[in-house]
Nanobody
Framework: QVQLVESGGGLVQPGGSLRLSCTAP????????MGWYRQAPGKQRELVAG???????NYADSVKGRFTISRDSAKNTVYLQMNSLKPEDTAVYYC??????????WGQGTQVTVSS
């Protein structure tokens, strides 16, 4: 079974930074674009950022200019650098396939809390 493992979340003050990491099996990285998604309490899961195999990226309007997605195929890892964090960024963050109209089994996610 495909296993996506997210890490790097935590508690940070507004304006702070975090870098999330997600590892996936090599077979996944060779086939799929990858994305970061988040789900805040009481809200639906939403796309935060996506990166396709060629390196093109896409961002939700709410994070443009603050977040950067990148991937290291040699390490089978996708990253999300989050700067200038806001309380409204508080959510559980997940990685998953991007751009294929469907999803792999979801991992456990990593909690990001932005609070003073």
């Amino acid at each position: 079974q495909v296993q996506l493992v997210e890490s790097g979340g935590g508690l940070v003050q507004p304006g702070g930074s975090l870098r999330l990491s997600c590892t996936a099996p090599g077979s996944i990285f060779s086939i799929y674009g990858m994305g970061w998604y988040r789900q805040a309490p009481g809200k639906q899961r939403e796309l935060v950022a996506g990166i396709i195999r060629g390196g093109s990226t896409n961002y939700a309007d709410s994070v443009k200019g603050r977040f950067t997605i990148s991937r290291d195929s040699a390490k089978n890892t996708v990253y999300l650098q989050m700067n200038s964090l806001k309380p409204e960024d508080t959510a559980v963050y997940y990685c998953n396939a991007y751009g294929f109209g469907g999803f792999l089994p979801w991992g456990q996610g990593t909690q990001v809390t932005v609070s003073s």
